[in-house]
């Protein structure tokens, strides 16, 4: 084989390679901008204006991104949708001292806050900035304490 044919031979199987890769797709979990007082809570429709309390779920399957207003709502969507991916779902959710995004499963929360749904719990990055005395939540007794709310609230027929 000539060197010209060894060098097209090889040109072709770097373009083609090129070509491939460029043609996969990657997926972001990245944090997405939030059009404030148009994007709408996936559960309950309402419009995420409040910046102190959104919530932002991505898909890790395909990169898809849901807004909530409240962390409660996005609790029950991830239950009542039985979300298959909800384990490995990327979870954001802004400081309710800053608005500066955090992920949701390393937040501190308390619980006396008046918050979009009325769920009463609010992110912070740092237990620091929770008041002394108050209620500490992680992210899984978050989770717990929302169904509670949930329940309480069904069985006084208030939704």
Known sequence: MSVFKKFTVLAAILAASLFFDGCEQKISTELQKVHWDRDMCARCKMVVSDRKHAVQVINPQNGRVYMFDDIGCTVLWLQEEQIEWAD???IWITDVKTGEWIDARTAYYDTMNITPMAYGIAAHKDKSTIKKGEEILRYDD???RVV?????NNKRGIK
């Open 88 to 90: 490995k779902a990327v």
């Open 148 to 152: 509670e709310i949930e329940e309480r």
């Open 142 to 144: 978050v989770a717990k």
